[in-house]
Structures are given as structure tokens and as C-alpha cells.
T-cell receptor, first 114, second 113 residues
Framework: DVKVTQSSRYLVKRTGEKVFLECVQD?????MFWYRQDPGLGLRLIYF???????EKGDIPEGYSVSREKKERFSLILESASTNQTSMYLC?????????????FGDGTRLSIL | GQNIDQPTEMTATEGAIVQINCTYQ??????LFWYQQHAGEAPTFLSY????GLEEKGRFSSFLSRSKGYSYLLLKELQMKDSASYLC??????????????FGKGTKLSVKP
């Protein structure tokens, strides 16, 4: 079974802090994704990566950056956290570009910015 | 533009059948996924359709009509544990936008005794 592990289930940070959310997958997947999920808005794509050291902006990249130094790890960085970044953050991975294989999700990190 | 529509909420009775509809308008199409998400948990994959027709997997079936931009998820013999949100997601055309998924806002299904 595919395992996508996010470093924290719950996280509380303060406005202005730099926040790191970590995600690791164990199935040698090429693709990795970061989403946020908010009530009434559904899942929205922040950033994605199709290969090591590769990153591309999704639909809502403002205020975020990412890092993919190793194939199995994809980090989301909030450069200077703000209260409107309070959300559920979900990491996902999938086999390779264009594949019919589904995305597999981690358990999510519920982030609160005070 | 890109748009995926599904009902916000539905209620059904234990043991019954429920159909959750999804309509989509996207720039290209390369498959449709259904996910189940229990409250506070990760979405889990249920089904995938890329050709027209019905895909059956146990109590769950998914149907696709590409010409109508329409899909539905059919849940039979409903159980209390089926209470969850159901997410419809369309894969964009590979090559045009790398085949990312566009998600609907989800349908919250409540199963009552």
C-alpha cells in the first residue's frame, strides 16, 4: 500500500512565523502535490512537482513556496504565516505524469495561525 | 473556464441506494476520479472512469458520459459508515496542463438509520 506521511496532524503557529510542512511518500512516486482544503471551497492546488528539484505553481501559490530535494520528500513553506493561511493542508503523490493511477493523500495537517 | 458541480449535501437511509451526480466543464479531459473523505481524514480513492459507461466495484459504481460532461457515483446497500464527503475530480488533458486534477467542492452524504 502507498504511504504518504505528513509530519504533523495539528500545528499552531503565530503570524509572521516561517512554517514548514513536511511530506514523505514511500512508493517511489514521481509526482507530488500540496493542496489546502477549506469549507465551501474544496481542494485547491498550491504547488506540485513532477521530479526532483522541479516545482510548478498551482492555482493558489501566493504566500507559499516548496522544496523537493529528494524524490520522496516534498516540503511546503509558508514564508511569513498569516491568519488567512489557517487551513487543512493535504499532501498527495501519484505514480507518474499522465498516468491513470490515482493520487494518494496523506492524513493532512490542520494548521492554525494565531 | 473550468467548473465541476456536485450537490453540497445529500441524505439517505441505511440500506437504500443513493446517486451522487457530478457535471464538469474543463479544458480537455483525461479521466474522472471519485474519492471518499470521512470527516477529519484524508481522501481515499474510490473509482476511475476514462471511457463512457459504468464501472462497478462492489457496492460502489461510477458512470461516465463524456459527451454530456456528466458522471455519477452510485452507492448501494447504504451503511452508516458511508456517511462521508464524496469528491469528484477531473484530470485535465495531459500535455496541456500536466494532467493535474480539478476537484469539485464535494458532496456531504449523511446516512440515517
Amino acid at each position: 500500500d502507498v504511504k504518504v506521511t505528513q509530519s504533523s496532524r495539528y500545528l499552531v503557529k503565530r503570524t509572521g512565523e516561517k512554517v514548514f510542512l513536511e511530506c514523505v511518500q514511500d512508493m517511489d512516486h514521481e509526482n507530488m502535490f500540496w493542496y489546502r482544503q477549506d469549507p465551501g471551497l474544496g481542494l485547491r492546488l498550491i504547488y506540485f512537482s513532477y521530479d526532483v528539484k522541479m516545482k510548478e505553481k498551482g492555482d493558489i501559490p501566493e504566500g507559499y513556496s516548496v522544496s523537493r530535494e529528494k524524490k520522496e520528500r516534498f516540503s511546503l513553506i509558508l514564508e511569513s504565516a498569516s491568519t488567512n493561511q489557517t487551513s487543512m493542508y493535504l499532501c498527495a503523490s501519484s505514480l507518474h505524469r499522465g498516468s491513470h493511477q490515482p493520487q494518494h493523500f496523506g492524513d493532512g495537517t490542520r494548521l492554525s495561525i494565531l | 473556464g473550468q467548473n465541476i458541480d456536485q450537490p453540497t449535501e445529500m441524505t439517505a437511509t441505511e440500506g437504500a441506494i443513493v446517486q451522487i451526480n457530478c457535471t464538469y466543464q474543463t479544458s480537455g479531459f483525461n479521466g474522472l476520479f471519485w474519492y471518499q473523505q470521512h470527516a477529519g481524514e484524508a481522501p481515499t480513492f474510490l473509482s476511475y472512469n476514462v471511457l463512457d459507461g459504468l464501472e462497478e466495484k462492489g457496492r460502489f459504481s461510477s458512470f461516465l458520459s463524456r459527451s454530456k460532461g456528466y458522471s455519477y457515483l452510485l452507492l448501494k446497500e447504504l451503511q452508516m459508515k458511508d456517511s462521508a464527503s464524496y469528491l469528484c475530480a477531473v484530470r485535465e488533458q495531459y500535455g496541456g496542463s500536466q494532467g493535474n486534477l480539478i476537484f469539485g467542492k464535494g458532496t456531504k452524504l449523511s446516512v440515517k438509520p
